[in-house]
Nanobody, 123 residues
Framework: QLQLVESGGGLVQPGGSLRLSCAASGFTLDYYAIGWFRQAPGKEREGVSCISSSGGSTNYADSMKGRFTISRDNTENTVYLQMNSLKPEDTAVYYC????????????????WGQGTQVTVSS
């Protein structure tokens, strides 16, 4: 069974950091581009960052540039999202997703999704 599992979310103060992990089971991530998305209450799901299957290409939404870093370790079958300088507006459920034939920040391009991990930024 193909499965993505996110972890690393939690409550953090403004200006703090978190590292999210996206672990795959039932398949290898080697050939998949991976995206991170988030959804806040009452808002549409939005793209945060993505990384190509090789890790050689990454992309970020404008509001995350300079604060978030995506990386992958194919030997661990895991993708990471390092989030620094967190703001209250970063509060959302964060999802990772995998796509085999595409790449980018459009959630419609992704086929496999995790269940999400809650990130709350609050003092």
């Amino acid at each position: 069974q193909l499965q993505l599992v996110e972890s690393g979310g939690g409550l953090v103060q403004p200006g703090g950091s978190l590292r999210l992990s996206c672990a795959a089971s039932g398949f290898t991530l080697d050939y998949y581009a991976i995206g991170w998305f988030r959804q806040a209450p009452g808002k549409e799901r939005e793209g945060v960052s993505c990384i190509s299957s090789s890790g050689g290409s990454t992309n970020y939404a404008d509001s995350m540039k300079g604060r978030f870093t995506i990386s992958r370790d194919n030997t661990e079958n895991t993708v990471y999202l390092q989030m620094n300088s967190l703001k209250p507006e970063d509060t959302a459920v964060y999802y990772c997703a995998a796509t085999l034939y595409s790449y980018g920040l459009d959630p419609k391009k992704y086929h496999y999704w995790g269940q999400g991990t809650q990130v709350t930024v609050s003092s």
